[in-house]
Nanobody, 123 residues
Framework: QVQLVESGGGLVQAGGSLRLSCAASGRTFSSYGMGWFRQAPGKEREFVAAIRWSGTITYYADSVKGRFTISRDNAKNTVYLQMNSLKPEDTAVYYC????????????????WGQGTQVTVSS
């Protein structure tokens, strides 16, 4: 099991940037794939980005491709989500999650979740 704590959310104007962090506890962090998901009010939680345990392969939802970048530092047990060119439709609670599956885009394949951090993008 991995405990996850997100930080870095906030209020930003459209076109701005934010960097989310997710700190993990547990000695086996480096063996997990990590993902970011988001949930807007009244909508289902959706996949945003994921990164394999090695950090060499990443995956993105089409809606964020080219604007968001996921990365990880296994020495610091931390995964990041750099969000650039933010849009009002990016407003949501962002969650990080850990998986030992290779189905990185599938919400149900993630076993451990953080509490979420709010991102609000004003127009």
């Amino acid at each position: 099991q991995v405990q996850l704590v997100e930080s870095g959310g906030g209020l930003v104007q459209a076109g701005g940037s934010l960097r989310l962090s997710c700190a993990a506890s547990g000695r086996t962090f480096s063996s997990y794939g990590m993902g970011w998901f988001r949930q807007a009010p009244g909508k289902e939680r959706e996949f945003v980005a994921a990164i394999r345990w090695s950090g060499t392969i990443t995956y993105y939802a089409d809606s964020v491709k080219g604007r968001f970048t996921i990365s990880r530092d296994n020495a610091k047990n931390t995964v990041y989500l750099q969000m650039n060119s933010l849009k009002p439709e990016d407003t949501a609670v962002y969650y990080c999650a850990a998986t030992q599956s290779r189905r990185y885009g599938t919400l149900g394949e993630y076993d451990d979740w953080g509490q979420g951090t709010q991102v609000t993008v004003s127009s």
